[in-house]
Structures are given as structure tokens and as C-alpha cells.
């Protein structure tokens, strides 16, 4: 049996699509079923929050594998993005390792230092080090930024190209190198047959161009047939403003500085594709799975 966490997910549902159509096994930890869709008659579910962990103990009963794609990138009224990323990573590793979990599958993030920025950055860092020094058998994914056509962020430039000009938080000169979350979850069914090397396996998940943030903004125009002059809010009053409608609006906020900052923190490998392809996944361009010309 695999549990998958954030099955709700851009990287959860293409993975989940493809674990049932495999036939495979596998329980879906989640705060509201209805989210699973159509796939929700084809697993079992157990209810759970990151932010509880005795849910994880009744979720691990007959797991022989975890796949923890779980996270948030801002705060919620259950718990903070440290909560919710470091402490209930390493909460759920160490329960895994209590159930007799045999593989834990972990998605961690390109640039996640305990020196960075930016607070998400900072708890991926410290689930990377709980499940790297745990005593289970793993395998962590470090993506690059990773997308599909209709996902949020793709969505909420597309919305704010109905304004004249399209805001962009800061300089825009931050570097990712964007990956297909169908590419990335094709790297992840390939892990999942895989015996990780000495206990543990780490693979650096990038698609085959380096953008700047400003090019994936024009390509996502380009894409959805507008074009729009890209106009540089200055981060200082990016943050305050952020700051201020969360502050009102709590978690019903559009956007937060902490999702706002992650834009500005470059997110590159000088693996290339070279980890995707060792799974035997070749990741696809942006331009062509967009569609843009
Ligand atoms: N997308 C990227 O660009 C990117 C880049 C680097 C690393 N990653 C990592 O890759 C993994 C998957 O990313 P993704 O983009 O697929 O994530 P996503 O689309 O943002 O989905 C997050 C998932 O986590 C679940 N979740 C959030 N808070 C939860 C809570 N308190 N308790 C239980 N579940 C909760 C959500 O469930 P609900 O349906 O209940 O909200 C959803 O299924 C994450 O670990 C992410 O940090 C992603």
C-alpha cells in the first residue's frame, strides 16, 4: 500500500492518475476528500491534516511506502509554514519509521538552504535533513519550479492580464527551470521501483530551459494569446501591501509576501535534465506543453 499526501495537488493528481491506472494500491491522506474528484472512488481515503499528527499513525497502518507531496506555502489557522513543512515532515518520517515504512518518497525544493530567504525555503531545508537522517529508506526530489496548463500560478497571470500592464513582483530576474508536473510525476512512479543507493537517493527535477521569471511571465502571455507590458512593482512595496491584505484578510488573502518572495529566489541545477532522464524521463519544454507559439 502507498499513502500519498497532497494527492489533491498540481504534482498529487497527475502522480495519482497514473498509481490507479497502474492498479496500484493506494491511500490518500487528505482534509477534504470531494478534492480527489473522480479518483476518490478508486482509493482508500484516510482523513488528515499535516497540522495533526496522530492522523498520520492511522493513515501508516500495511504502508510499505510514503509518498509526502504535502505542503504549504503560507501559513494556515492550523499551523505556520514551518509547522506544516519542517516539523510535520519530520513528525511523519519518524511516524513511518515507527510503522515499518520501507521507502519514504520526499519532495524538497531547489534552493531549499536553512540560510535562504525565504521562510519556505528555510522548512523544506529542515524536512530534507529529518528525512535524509532518518533510519527509513528514501528518495527526495529537488524541483525546479513545476507547472501545467490551468494551475494556479499560470491562472493568476493570465487573470491579471486582464489589466493594462502585467505587474511583476520585483526585478522578474530570478531563474527557474520550469518542469511539467506530468514530467515529474513519471520521475516519481520510475523512483518508486527503484532501490535507492546506500538507503537514500536525491534527484534534482528540471526542465531543459533556464528562465528568468519575466520570460515564463511573457511565455504564460504568449500562451494565453495576450500581450502585455510587464511593468517591476518594487519588492519593498510588494511586501508591504501583501502584508497589509493578509493582515486583513488572513488566510481568505488572494496573495501573501511569502508566495510573492518565492518568485524572487532563483531555482536552477547544474544537473540540467540530467536527473529526470536518469529515470528515464526526457522533461518537455514549457513553450511546447503550453502551447505558446
Ligand atoms: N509546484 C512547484 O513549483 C514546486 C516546486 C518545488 C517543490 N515543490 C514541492 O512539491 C510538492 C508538491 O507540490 P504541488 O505544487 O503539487 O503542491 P500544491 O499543488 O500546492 O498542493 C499542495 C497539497 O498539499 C495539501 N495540503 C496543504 N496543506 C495541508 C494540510 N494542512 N494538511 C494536509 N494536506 C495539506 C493540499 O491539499 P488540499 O487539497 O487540502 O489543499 C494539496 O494536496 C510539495 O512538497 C512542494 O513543496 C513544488
Not at 16 to 39: F, I, N, Q, S, W
Not at 63 to 92: K, Y
Not at 132 to 140: D, F, K, L, N, P
Request: glycine share 8%; proline share 6%; aromatic share 6%.
Amino acid at each position: 500500500m502507498i499513502l500519498l499526501t497532497g494527492a489533491t495537488g498540481l504534482i498529487g493528481s497527475a502522480l495519482l492518475r497514473r498509481l490507479t491506472a497502474a492498479g496500484r494500491p493506494v491511500r490518500c491522506l487528505v482534509r477534504d476528500p470531494r478534492r480527489l474528484g473522480p479518483e476518490r472512488v478508486r482509493v482508500q481515503i484516510a482523513l488528515g491534516d499535516l497540522a495533526d499528527p496522530p492522523s498520520f499513525r492511522n493513515a501508516l497502518r500495511g504502508v510499505s511506502t510514503v509518498v509526502h507531496l504535502a505542503a504549504a506555502i503560507r501559513d494556515q489557522p492550523q499551523g505556520s509554514i514551518e509547522e506544516l513543512n519542517g516539523i510535520a515532515t519530520w513528525r511523519m518520517v519518524e511516524a513511518a519509521d515507527r510503522a515499518g515504512v520501507e521507502h519514504f518518497v520526499f519532495f524538497s525544493a531547489q534552493s531549499a538552504t536553512s540560510h535562504s530567504r525565504a521562510r519556505f525555503m528555510r522548512a523544506k531545508a529542515v524536512a530534507e535533513r529529518a528525512v535524509a537522517e532518518s533510519g527509513v529508506r528514501h528518495t527526495i526530489f529537488a524541483p525546479s519550479i513545476v507547472y501545467a496548463p490551468g494551475d494556479i500560478f499560470l491562472t493568476m497571470l493570465e487573470r491579471l492580464a486582464w489589466l493594462p500592464v502585467l505587474p511583476i513582483s520585483g526585478r522578474g530576474q530570478a531563474l527557474f527551470q520550469p518542469i511539467w508536473a506530468d514530467d515529474v510525476a513519471d520521475c516519481v512512479v520510475a523512483a518508486l521501483d527503484r532501490e535507492p543507493a546506500n538507503g537514500g537517493a536525491r534527484y534534482e527535477l528540471s526542465g531543459p530551459e533556464t528562465l528568468s521569471y519575466d520570460a515564463i511571465a511573457e511565455l504564460a502571455m504568449r500562451a494565453a494569446g495576450r500581450q502585455r507590458r510587464l511593468v517591476h512593482v518594487p519588492t519593498p512595496l510588494v511586501s508591504r501591501s501583501l502584508r497589509a491584505v493578509e493582515a486583513l484578510m488572513k488566510s481568505k488573502a488572494p496573495a501573501t509576501w511569502d508566495e510573492a518572495e518565492l518568485m524572487e529566489i532563483t531555482m536552477t541545477s547544474s544537473h540540467g535534465t540530467a536527473d529526470a532522464e536518469s529515470l528515464g524521463v526526457v522533461p518537455k519544454r514549457m513553450a511546447a506543453v503550453l502551447g505558446a507559439a
